[in-house]
């Protein structure tokens, strides 16, 4: 592997990267997320020094990681609201039903 081929697997993987992390494409970013691992374990592996353009590449790549695994811990904080709200009107409109139930055999 040589210096333009590892900057072009970095590119790429953040690129790829970037676009399901825009559309929240949450299956598609748990597969790149596989391969950019493996596009860095390459790097690593490599004996190749790498250039500035490289480095740059690596470290936007750390960045990106960095803000998808924050948009992920916000989502998921988001969906554990919306589940404990849906509970909270599911209890409510049992409560209801049941009130319904006893009036109506009364």
Known sequence: MNASDIEQKLKQSYLDLSKAHQKQDWQVLAGLETAAR???SEVA???VALTRKSQKL???LQ???K???????QE???????IVE????QKAL???LSQQEQNSSD
């Open 94 to 96: 049992s409560a209801y």
């Open 67 to 73: 803000e998808i695994i924050q948009t992920c811990q």
């Open 63 to 65: 960045q990106l990681y």
């Open 45 to 47: 592996d490599s004996k």
């Open 58 to 60: 690596l470290d936007d």
């Open 38 to 40: 493996e596009v860095i």
């Open 86 to 89: 849906g509970h909270k009107r």
């Open 76 to 82: 998921r904080s988001q969906l554990q609201k919306q």
